[in-house]
Every structure is written in C-alpha cells, then in structure tokens.
C-alpha cells in the first residue's frame, strides 16, 4: 500500500479515497405508478393507427396486495380532439390483483377519412397513492398508410 502512495500524486489519492469511502447513492424508486409499498405500475407511451383499437400496456413490478388495487384512469386532448379522433374516457377503472403482472387498457380510435398530421392525447392513471403517471398515445393518421 505505501509503494502505490508513493507512486500516486496528492490529487490521484484524494480522487482514489473519495471513489472508495463515498457511499453509493440510494436507488431511486421506479418512475412509475405506486400500486403498494413494494409495488409499481410502469407504462411507456403508446403509437396507435387511427383505424384500430390502441392497446395501453402496463407492467407490474413488485406484489399487489391482497386486496388489489383500482387503478383509476381518464384521457386528456392534446393534438388528438375527442369523440371526433377518440372515445374519450372520464372515469375508467381497471383492477389489479394479487398475481398480476401485466394488463391493457384499450382506447377506441376513430377513424375520420381525413388526412392530417399524428395527432396526440394523453391518459392519465391514479392509485391515489403517490402523484398520477402520464402515459402521451401518438395516432398516425390512416390516410399515410
């Protein structure tokens, strides 16, 4: 040990003796839903053509509790107008239970016959644990197809 003192600068060990003694950081939690103490619901944002039902995936990581848990949910305009490009949703509700580790929520497209840009919407997902997760839904335009 003293050899490699030696043989390092003032500067080398002091960059040394701060990798070795400064503790790793605490894992942040998952960006995600929090459907429990050890439990959170992950979705990435959805591309969707405008003719066909837009399938929203999410991941549970971690165990449900008992109990289950309501994953409330409702959709927000963007780009995207609803009912003209979209059914909107107000009050979804989709349970999760114990043993889950995958489930959908389905949006219905709707398809106008008119060409236009993508055009954007958001849903919203709440447990009422934690703050809401936004998943952004991208609907290409069936005319380009």
Known sequence: MRRIVRRLGAAALTVLTTIL???????????????????????????????????????????????????????????????????????????LVEGDTERSITLRLVADGVAERDETLRVWLTTGLGEPLAVTVTILDAEKR
């Open 21 to 95: 003694l400064v503790p790793a950081p605490a894992q942040a939690a998952p960006a995600g839903l929090a459907c429990g103490s050890d439990c959170w619901v992950l979705s990435k944002d959805a591309i969707c053509w405008e003719t066909e039902q837009c399938p929203i995936d999410l991941v549970i990581k971690g165990k449900i509790g008992k109990g289950g848990v309501a994953v409330r949910f409702w959709t927000e305009d963007l780009r995207a107008q609803a009912p003209d490009d979209y059914e909107p949703v107000k009050e979804g509700l989709l349970e």
